[in-house]
């Protein structure tokens, strides 16, 4: 049986790192890529080593889609020359930025900057990638509670997110001939650098979010990067078109 590769955009640090990590320890290979920081993406990959499987970095400007093509040469070179195949089995979009911003305060720019990332990127990026997908693969994009439930703000960074979750269902239907399941997954407020931070460093922050969440507290990266795993490594093929929030309960 062929060795299963995972490719996560935005992988060298914060919960694609988590990821890279939870999949490697359920014995899948993994492809990250990171923007700019180089010696974090190096890091991870020899963390991934030391953990007995193959890995490598490329680095990818997840906003800039006229970049794409060459990303998808550089993919197929290292899975030729690292696996000695032309296919991954799993695509994680998780690349992402956030910029807060009240709506009537959110300018053009800042718009756009989020839609190049976290909407037309993935849409292109799929797209280009999905020669190198094998048929009874899996693609998961990362949405965000954001999607259902609103803090102010966020309408920019949500609307995008929003979308990608439609972009999934017909993704799914779309990509379902070839056996290939395409899910959503919506994270709660986690505690990282998002945002500036606030749900890690922030205390009142922080108790606010528990408080307002079924389990009790504000989420881990363990929580994201063992659902991601769980969905990409389990007997859960016949899921699909679904979003799946991993909130702990947020906002219910």
């Known amino acids: 049986m062929q060795q299963r590769i995972a490719l996560i955009t935005g992988g060298s640090r914060g919960l694609g790192k988590n990821a890279a990590l939870k999949l490697a320890s359920k014995g899948i290979d993994v492809i990250i890529t990171y923007h700019t920081r180089r010696d974090e993406a190096d890091a991870l990959v020899h963390q991934l080593e030391q953990l007995g499987r193959r890995a490598a970095a ?10 794409f093509a060459t990303f998808a040469e550089q993919l197929k070179t290292v899975l030729q020359d690292k696996w000695q195949t032309g296919r991954i089995h799993h695509l994680v979009n ?3 930025m956030g910029i807060y911003g009240s709506f009537a305060e959110t300018t053009e720019e800042q718009f756009d ?7 037309k990127g993935v849409f292109f990026l799929t797209q280009t990638l999905l020669p190198l997908i094998a048929d009874g693969g899996r693609i998961l994009n990362i949405s965000s509670g954001l999607a259902r439930f609103s803090f102010p703000g966020y309408a920019a960074y949500a609307t995008m997110k929003g979308a990608v979750e439609t972009l999934t269902r017909y993704l799914a239907r779309e990509l379902g001939p ?4 395409v899910n959503v997954l919506a994270p709660g407020a986690i505690e990282t650098d998002f945002g500036g931070g606030q749900t890690r ?3 009142q922050v922080n108790a606010m979010i528990a408080a307002n969440t079924a389990m009790g507290r504000a989420g881990l990266p363990d929580d994201i990067g063992d659902a991601i795993a769980a969905l990409l490594t389990s007997d859960s093929n016949w899921i699909t ?5 991993a909130s702990g309960g947020m906002m219910l």
Do not use: F, Y
Request: aromatic share 0%.
């Open 58 to 67: 490329l680095q990818l400007d997840a906003g800039n889609v006229r970049s």
């Open 94 to 96: 998780n690349a992402g």
């Open 113 to 119: 900057a989020l839609m190049n990332v976290h909407l």
């Open 178 to 181: 070839r056996g290939i399941s």
């Open 201 to 203: 460093d922030n205390p």
């Open 241 to 245: 078109g679904q979003r799946i929030e």
